[in-house]
């Protein structure tokens, strides 16, 4: 379980890679750029996660009177797995459409569970033997959720989000290394133009576009916690040389963006504002140009 607290709205993109999970807001809102989709959530939905992606996300609603709160539990497809067995005895509904995230109305119910969560962790004595059953009741609250099948994909060795799930794996643990598509279509053992389609409906982004913002954001890692010149974090993350990741990269690697507004996120994401699409928010609605001060 994680615990968020922010006093005040963030106007810089901050970039991370989001690892399966279930996150709720309780108190203010936030904003998640995945790929070229933008998701919005915040007291009334919860947003999941069911595999690791890179996000660019803002917090859109704080204060010091009331600051962004917020709680992440991470979720393990093995675990998940095993719930949908007992959540979907007679076996799963057919799910036609497969993301990586999803929104849904945040119930009551998940909200009671991780707050007993919360106070479990609060006592020593509890956290053993309590903790677990308060994990496994909002592992399963999203499973019994208008989402619940779409999120059970994650969990089931042979879905195409589960497949998706174990190339992202590799591409994690090598994002430096060069990669060759069909060899990821092999490993997850499907055609490569079947794993194309499958990756790029999970996760909004191709293979190479996944492996781009995967180095990117290891780049800018680099580069803001230990000083790393732009051409030294390029090579370092597997570009042969400077001016190719340059020219992949130019407005991520032309300066530490100490304060970069959202059409800069986008552009350094090489996002562009798409057209609205599944009911999820226009990005060109986010990409207002902003003035900076002087």
């Given at each position: 379980m994680h615990a968020s607290r922010f006093s005040r709205i963030n106007t810089d993109c901050v970039r991370a890679l989001h690892l399966p999970a279930l996150c709720i807001i309780v108190q203010g809102a936030k904003t998640v750029i995945v790929g070229k989709e933008v998701y919005e959530y915040d007291v009334s939905r919860m947003l999941v996660f069911s595999v690791a992606?890179?996000?660019?996300?803002?917090?859109?609603?704080?204060?010091?009177?009331?600051?962004?709160?917020?709680?992440?539990m991470d979720l393990d497809p093995l675990k998940v797995g095993e719930l949908v067995v007992?959540?979907?005895?007679?076996g799963l509904p057919p799910v036609q459409e497969r993301r990586a995230v999803y929104v849904a109305p945040l119930d009551a119910s998940v909200v009671n569970a991780a707050t007993r969560l919360v106070e479990c962790l609060a006592q020593p004595g509890d956290t053993e033997l309590l903790a677990p059953l308060a994990v496994e009741e909002i592992s399963?609250?999203?499973?019994?959720?208008?989402?619940?099948?779409?999120?059970?994909?994650?969990?089931?060795?042979?879905?195409?989000?589960?497949?998706v799930a174990k190339a992202i794996s590799w591409m994690r643990a090598n994002f430096s290394q060069p990669m060759k598509v069909e060899e990821l279509a092999e490993l997850v053992h499907m055609s490569v133009s079947s794993f194309h389609e499958h990756f790029k409906s999970v996760t909004s982004m191709s293979p190479l576009q996944y492996q781009k913002v995967l180095r990117l954001q290891e780049a800018m890692r680099l580069m803001l916690s230990t000083m790393m010149?732009?051409?030294?974090?390029?090579?370092?993350?597997?570009?042969?040389?400077?001016?190719?990741?340059?020219?992949?990269?130019?407005?991520?690697?032309?300066?530490?963006?100490q304060q970069e507004t959202w059409p800069d996120c986008a552009k350094t994401l090489d996002l562009?504002?798409?057209?609205?699409?599944?009911?999820?928010?226009?990005?060109s609605r986010v990409c207002q140009p902003r003035r900076k001060s002087a």
């Amino acid at each position: 379980m994680h615990a968020s607290r922010f006093s005040r709205i963030n106007t810089d993109c901050v970039r991370a890679l989001h690892l399966p999970a279930l996150c709720i807001i309780v108190q203010g809102a936030k904003t998640v750029i995945v790929g070229k989709e933008v998701y919005e959530y915040d007291v009334s939905r919860m947003l999941v996660f069911s595999v690791a992606l890179p996000v660019a996300a803002q917090i859109t609603q704080a204060s010091y009177s009331e600051p962004y709160l917020a709680l992440r539990m991470d979720l393990d497809p093995l675990k998940v797995g095993e719930l949908v067995v007992k959540v979907f005895p007679q076996g799963l509904p057919p799910v036609q459409e497969r993301r990586a995230v999803y929104v849904a109305p945040l119930d009551a119910s998940v909200v009671n569970a991780a707050t007993r969560l919360v106070e479990c962790l609060a006592q020593p004595g509890d956290t053993e033997l309590l903790a677990p059953l308060a994990v496994e009741e909002i592992s399963i609250r999203p499973l019994r959720s208008r989402i619940g099948a779409r999120v059970a994909q994650m969990g089931l060795a042979e879905s195409s989000v589960h497949r998706v799930a174990k190339a992202i794996s590799w591409m994690r643990a090598n994002f430096s290394q060069p990669m060759k598509v069909e060899e990821l279509a092999e490993l997850v053992h499907m055609s490569v133009s079947s794993f194309h389609e499958h990756f790029k409906s999970v996760t909004s982004m191709s293979p190479l576009q996944y492996q781009k913002v995967l180095r990117l954001q290891e780049a800018m890692r680099l580069m803001l916690s230990t000083m790393m010149d732009a051409g030294t974090a390029s090579q370092r993350v597997g570009y042969l040389s400077a001016l190719r990741s340059s020219a992949e990269n130019t407005a991520a690697f032309s300066e530490v963006p100490q304060q970069e507004t959202w059409p800069d996120c986008a552009k350094t994401l090489d996002l562009g504002c798409p057209p609205a699409r599944g009911g999820v928010r226009h990005l060109s609605r986010v990409c207002q140009p902003r003035r900076k001060s002087a």
